[in-house]
Each structure stands twice: as structure tokens, then as C-alpha cells.
């Protein structure tokens, strides 16, 4: 069966972005110019995904507000004569797939947003995209996982290597063999384990393609780290009655979910970004030569 939904949890309460996150989920910050969470659903289409759900929280409405039309915005635009402006804004309104809304009403956990997608998924294999992680490589990496269930048919989790040191900031793999170039058999899974507990330094990592059993297992996960219902956890059980897989990724990641690395993902796209990128490699430059003396 071909893969075509995803679904994007927006519910956390992203408390390492206090006071930011106060009324505004932490998908909504900007790198440079965009929000992350647009950076995931520019992804998912580049894969093919049809149609996305996305797990609100209670601060909902920026997220559809920003997906939506703003027709006083948009006539602003065109009378002022800022046509570049307006078409920027009606992109993100045209991206071609069909955006959902659901809540979840406490932050329980991400296995709990997650199940709040059942009747959205059916019984259909899909992907979970997390606002936390920014990926760049040639190939999306949510379509290299669904190049892997073409072969597979099987859930497949997306890793990295990690620092040994960062390991207990992750779900872990206790990998078993690999079946082919970065394609890992997995023997189980392990939400934030200790540094000197941890199986192996390949954390997962913010996409997973899952089949929809997971939604009868998610159903009975206890509340596990945290006292959140642990997705990992779902995984994990699931990968004792059907094989799951580990994808490695090999492109690069950008950890958005805490404040450096959010602002060195900013610095790394403002690089890249045609308005910012001279301007802001001077400054940097001047700024490493005050820095160093
Ligand atoms: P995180 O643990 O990174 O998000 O969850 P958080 O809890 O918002 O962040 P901090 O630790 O307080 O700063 C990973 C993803 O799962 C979603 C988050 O929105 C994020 O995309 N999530 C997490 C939910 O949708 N609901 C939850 O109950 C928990």
C-alpha cells in the first residue's frame, strides 16, 4: 500500500523555549523567515504525502491561521504594489496538500498525539514528522523511508549517530544486523536511556514511518519516561510482533527543539537565505575576529 498521510504532533508544550511558548507553539518559530513546522509540511510534500494531520495543542490557531488565506493581508500586498511579498504569502497557502486539524487535549505524551491520528490514518502505513528537526539532503528523508517500505513493508525509524555524551537526550537502538547499507534489523528500543546503559549511539530521530498497528498498541502503552506515553515505547512492543526497522540518515540534521541549536540552525539558513547571507557572513566573520582576541 502506498504511503500518503503524515502526521505533524504540534501539542508539546515546548518548555525550552519559555517564555516564547507561552502562547505560541514552538513549531510556529521562524528560521530566518519561515516557521519550522512549514519546513516539515514543504518536506512532506516534496515526498508525495497527500494529506497531512496536524496534533494541535491549546495554543491551535497560529498554526492554522498560518497555513490559511489573510485576504486583508494579501490586498495590503497587491495595492502596495509588493507582488514578491504576496506571492511568498499565498505559497504557503497553495502547497498542494490537504492539511488537517485535531487536538490533543493534554500534553500526555507523543504516543498520546500520535493515537489522536487513528481515524485520520485508517489502516494505513504513514509517517510521524516532528517540528524539532530539520533535515537537508538531495532525497527528502521521509521519501527515503517510504523507499525503504516499498521494499519492506515494514515501520522504519529514522537514526543518527550521536555523541556518545548526548545519547540519554534520545530513543536508542540496540541495533541486531544490518540487511542492507543503512538499513538496520533492530532488537529493541529505548526511550532516554542512561549514557552507560545506552545499546548503541544511534538515536532516532524526528521521522518515522509506521504501520498502523501501532495505533492497538499506543491504545494500551502505559505512561512510561516522564510519565508521558512514550512513542519509543510503542515501537518497541510492536517491533516483538512485526520487524521494524532503523533507517540511518546520512544528510544532515538540524536540531531546532532547543535554544543552540536553534540558533545555529538560524545562522546555518541565513547563510543560505538570498537577503541575509552577505550581510550576515560579514558580520560573523567581524564578530569571530573580535571574539577570538
Ligand atoms: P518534545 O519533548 O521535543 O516537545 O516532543 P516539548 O515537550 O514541546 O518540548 P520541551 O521539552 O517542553 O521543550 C517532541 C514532539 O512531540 C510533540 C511536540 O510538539 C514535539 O513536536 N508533542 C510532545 C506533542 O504533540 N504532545 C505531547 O504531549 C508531547
Not at 527515503?144 to 519492506?152: A, C, G, I, S, V
Not at 543560505?272 to 560579514?282: F, I, N
Amino acid at each position: 500500500m502506498k504511503v500518503r498521510k503524515a502526521v505533524i504532533p504540534a501539542a508539546g508544550l515546548g518548555t525550552r523555549f519559555l517564555p516564547a511558548t507561552k502562547a505560541m507553539p514552538k513549531e510556529m518559530l521562524p528560521i530566518v523567515d519561515k516557521p519550522t513546522i512549514q519546513f516539515i509540511v514543504e518536506e512532506a510534500k516534496k515526498a508525495g504525502i497527500e494529506d497531512i494531520l496536524i496534533v494541535n495543542g491549546k495554543n491551535k490557531r497560529s498554526i492554522e491561521n498560518h497555513f490559511d488565506s489573510n485576504p486583508e493581508l494579501e490586498q495590503d500586498l497587491k495595492s502596495t504594489g509588493k507582488i514578491e511579498l504576496l506571492n511568498l504569502t499565498q505559497e504557503v497557502t497553495d502547497l498542494g496538500v490537504n492539511l488537517y486539524y485535531t487536538r490533543q487535549p493534554y500534553p500526555a505524551g507523543l504516543g498520546d498525539a500520535i493515537y489522536r491520528a487513528r481515524s485520520f490514518v485508517g489502516n494505513e502505513p504513514f509517517v510521524v514528522m516532528l517540528g524539532d528537526d530539520l533535515m537537508r539532503d538531495k532525497v527528502p528523508l521521509t521519501k527515503q523511508l517510504m523507499n525503504d517500505y516499498d521494499k519492506t513493508h515494514a515501520s522504519t525509524i529514522a537514526v543518527m549517530k550521536v555523541p556518545h555524551e548526548e545519547v540519554s537526550k534520545y530513543g536508542v537502538i540496540a541495533p541486531e544486523d544490518e540487511i542492507e547499507p543503512g538499513l538496520i534489523n533492530v532488537k529493541s528500543f529505548v526511550e532516554k536511556p542512561a549514557v552507560e546503559d545506552a545499546p548503541s549511539d544511534y538515536a532516532i530521530i524526528g521521522r518515522y514511518l509506521l504501520t498502523p498497528e501501532i495505533f492497538d498498541i499506543l491504545e494500551h502503552t502505559k505512561p512510561g519516561r516522564g510519565g508521558e506515553v512514550q512513542l519509543t515505547d510503542a515501537i518497541d512492543t510492536m517491533n516483538k510482533t512485526q520487524r521494524v526497522f532503523a533507517h540511518v540518515f546520512k544528510g544532515q540534521r538540524f536540531d531546532v527543539g532547543n535554544k543552540e541549536g536553534y540558533l545555529e540552525t538560524s545562522i546555518q539558513y541565513g547563510l543560505r537565505h538570498p537577503e541575509t547571507r552577505d550581510a550576515l557572513k560579514k558580520y560573523i566573520i567581524e564578530l569571530g575576529k573580535k571574539l577570538s582576541k
